[in-house]
Each structure stands twice: as structure tokens, then as C-alpha cells.
């Protein structure tokens, strides 16, 4: 099958390249002098300084453009607890695609602890090292706690990309979409399928937006989310009670198969499982339906089957398929952009300025029903997410610098071009 294809391939040249990311050099090295102001003696000199300034650690170290991807492999794509060794690949990929697309030196780090207070406490201690945390692949509800606490506690931003960069790449799409297909955010019913992170992250910034819960019917393993949802009530989860109490006013019971029926939108979150949403209740949605099936490595539903049963427009989160609806069209844009402009956190009125910026990307290059987004071989948009999302840093007084967005996205676009040099000079050897 050619969806198969890419696992094969990627198996060998993992094995091939042992990996994918390496630490390089930054500065010249003619010779063995050079070490003397590299490192001993003359490094003495910055640390001193950095000691009687710490705010010179951002202009005498690589602090400014470095952040740590951390996770405990307890969620790891659509595979489930596969454990740290095992995330491994998933975190070095995601490093690859913070420099390649962001220019952003990032730093995979896996964690031997699922104990949520040890993962703190961990992450807390590597704030002097790094500008910044990215938090991946932690399965709920630990996620919301570790992220609210950390975001709370540390003086650099922190971030959890299945929640907050998933939820600004399925706006940015939902915007789009919803203009090839001729529907307004506010007449549209929306089925949510599969509530974990990156679906409770959704609804929040959905909200943000101007969505009505009333418009959504939200489905979990269990069935439809409702205010009779006891087990939920009593299980003390209260993110997922508030989404009971404030969706499905008309008390929808029952499956995925009743929360699809007569919606316009899927959005769905759920498990790595083509079969998961059949064709026949993709055939029950309205007319000119919108199917997004963003689980990885593989979608709820192949996006021929939901094309074939009636949706109109079809993302998934695979680069390999038309509509990649993926966070990385979204973290390496804001990381550039929150690093750049030395913002303390990364709050929901920059990823939702980051969603907006996206989507007037994806306009402006032309809409149709597969394509809309910027796909990642598009890198001129990654500098006008990131200038997005550090004006309105600097808007919320967040930041530590102030600058132009003209300065941000030339910034931004030297950093991404000097690495995309990097990595050509790489293939080319």
C-alpha cells in the first residue's frame, strides 16, 4: 500500500544516518589558538560578565536561539506509552524541523520518569541552559498539570505543541476551509472526535475565536460528552467536565456515529486507526462536509474514503497527503518569534495571532480544497508567523526588546535560510 511506504524508507535511513540531528560549530576554528577565547582562558571573560549581568547570557551564549524538546514518551504520535528510548526518533525529528524550518537549535531530551512532580522538577532545572521549553508527547491529564505549573514557576516560555501548536494549525485550516466551502464559523455544527490534549486545546482556542459550544458535539471513547456524563463528573477531570457541561445543548447520545451525524466539521483527534470513522457516517454529515483525521502515523479515515462518502475538503496530519493540518506549519514560526523578541511565556493571544497570520498565508498564495495551508516547502511564511507572534508579545508586554515586524521577519528569514544552507552543505558532503 503507498501510504506504508514512508515507514520502510524511514526504517532504513534512520538506520543509515544513526539518527538525524548532530551539535555544530558555530564559530571559525583556524586552528588550535582559537580555543583560547573558544574556552580556557579566555572564556573566563563571558562567564564573569554573565555573573555580574545574567541578562548577557542571551547576547554571550547560544541561550537566545536554543530550547529543549522534552517528553516522557507517554503519548508518543498515535502509538501510545511507548516510553522515553522509544520517543526518541519522534523528539531528534522534531528538533530537525525547529532548525530546518525555524532556524531554532533545539535539544531532544527524554526523561526516564512518568512521575509528574519528578518531570517537573526536572524541566525546572534546565531553565539556566535553555530560551525556552517544548513539551511533547505527554499523555493526559498529566499534560495540563505539568504545562500549567511550569508555565507558572519558569522565567522562559513554555509550550506544549499537541495542545497549543495543533490548536492554531486546525484554526488556521478550519479558516481556510470554511472558505472553499463557502460555511461562516458561526452556522457550522462541529463533531469532535477523541478528547485529549490537542482536542481540549482546540475547543479552548475555537471558543477564543467566536465559536458557540452549542455549535459542538464532542465524543470520547465512552461516547458522546454530555451533562450526564457521571463518570466523568465523579473521575474529577475537570477539564473534560466543563467541555460536558458547556457542548451538545441538544444532549446528542451515543458514538461517533451520532456526533457526525448532520455535522458540517469533523475534527478528529482520536487514535491511529483508518477504520475508526466509516465512510457511511461521513456520508451522514451536511452537504460540502469538512474532515479533519489528524491522528499519526495513520488518520481515523483515509482521506480518499471521506472524499469518496461526500467530505468536500480533507486534512490529515501526514506531510505525505494534500492538507497537511500539522503543528509543524505552527511551532517553528512561533518558537522563531517568541525567542526573537525574548518573550516571557507563549500565551493564547499570540497563538491565536499566529492562527490568523497563517491563515492569511494560505489565502493570499490561493485556496482550493487541497490546499488550505501553507505547506512546509512554503518557508516564506514561517517569518510572518513568527513576526505575528512577537508583536503581539510585545503588545501584552511580554517582551524584553522591542522591534519592527520588518526587523522580525528579516531576522527570522536569516536564521532559516542559514539553515537551510547548513542542511544542504550536509547532503551535498
Not at 477564543?208 to 459550544?213: F, I, L, R, S
Not at 525567542?339 to 497563517?358: C, G, V
Request: charged fraction near 25%; charge should be neutral.
Amino acid at each position: 500500500m503507498e501510504a506504508a511506504k514512508p515507514s520502510a524508507e524511514s526504517l532504513r535511513l534512520h538506520s543509515l544516518y544513526r539518527g538525524k540531528v548532530q551539535m555544530a560549530p558555530k564559530c571559525p576554528i583556524r586552528g588550535q589558538a582559537d580555543f583560547s577565547y573558544w574556552y580556557t582562558p579566555g572564556v573566563a571573560a563571558p562567564c564573569l560578565a554573565i555573573r555580574d549581568d545574567p541578562q548577557k547570557v542571551y547576547e554571550l551564549t547560544n541561550k537566545a536561539n536554543v530550547i529543549a524538546i522534552v517528553s516522557d514518551g507517554s503519548r508518543v504520535l498515535g502509538l501510545g506509552n511507548i516510553g522515553p528510548h522509544a520517543a526518541l526518533p519522534v523528539m531528534e525529528g522534531k528538533a530537525l524541523l525547529f532548525k530546518y524550518l525555524g532556524g531554532v537549535d533545539a535539544v531532544p531530551i527524554c526523561l526516564g520518569t512518568q512521575d509528574q512532580r519528578e518531570f517537573i522538577r526536572a524541566v525546572q532545572l534546565l531553565e539556566p541552559a535553555f530560551g525556552g521549553i517544548n513539551l511533547e508527547d505527554i499523555a493526559q491529564p498529566r499534560c495540563f498539570r505539568i504545562l500549567d505549573e511550569l508555565r507558572n514557576t519558569m522565567k522562559i516560555p513554555v509550550w506544549h505543541d499537541d495542545q497549543q501548536g495543533t490548536s492554531v494549525a486546525l484554526l488556521a485550516g478550519l479558516i481556510g476551509a470554511l472558505k472553499v466551502v463557502g460555511k461562516t464559523i458561526s452556522s457550522i455544527r462541529i463533531a469532535m472526535i477523541g478528547m485529549g490534549a490537542a482536542n481540549f486545546a482546540v475547543y479552548r482556542l475555537l471558543k477564543a475565536y467566536g465559536v458557540d459550544p452549542a455549535q459542538i458535539v464532542a465524543c470520547d471513547t465512552k461516547g458522546t460528552l454530555h451533562s450526564g456524563r457521571d463518570d466523568i463528573q465523579q473521575a474529577g477531570f475537570a477539564e473534560k467536565w466543563l467541555v460536558c457541561r458547556e457542548t451538545n445543548r441538544e444532549g446528542v447520545k451515543g458514538s461517533i456515529e451520532q456526533a457526525l451525524r448532520g455535522a458540517d466539521v469533523c475534527i478528529a483527534f482520536a487514535c491511529s486507526d483508518p477504520s475508526l470513522i466509516k465512510p457511511a457516517w461521513v456520508r451522514s454529515m451536511a452537504k460540502d462536509a469538512i474532515v479533519f483525521a489528524c491522528a499519526n502515523p495513520e488518520p481515523e479515515i483515509w482521506p480518499w474514503d471521506a472524499k469518496e462518502a461526500g467530505a468536500r475538503v480533507v486534512a490529515t496530519g501526514r506531510s505525505d497527503l494534500p492538507n497537511q493540518l500539522n503543528n509543524s506549519l505552527v511551532f517553528p514560526g512561533i518558537f522563531r518569534g517568541t525567542l526573537d523578541a525574548r518573550a516571557s511565556r507563549i500565551n493564547d493571544e499570540m497563538a491565536m495571532a499566529a492562527a490568523l497570520e497563517l491563515a492569511r498565508c494560505a489565502e493570499e498564495r490561493g485556496l482550493t480544497a487541497d490546499s488550505i495551508l501553507p505547506s512546509m516547502a512554503d518557508w516564506q511564511f514561517v517569518p510572518r508567523v513568527a513576526a505575528a507572534t512577537a508583536m503581539k508579545a510585545q503588545e501584552m508586554g511580554l517582551t524584553s526588546v522591542r522591534r519592527s515586524r520588518e526587523d522580525y521577519i528579516e531576522s527570522a528569514s536569516r536564521r532559516i535560510l542559514e539553515s537551510r544552507r547548513l542542511a544542504e552543505m550536509v547532503t551535498q558532503s
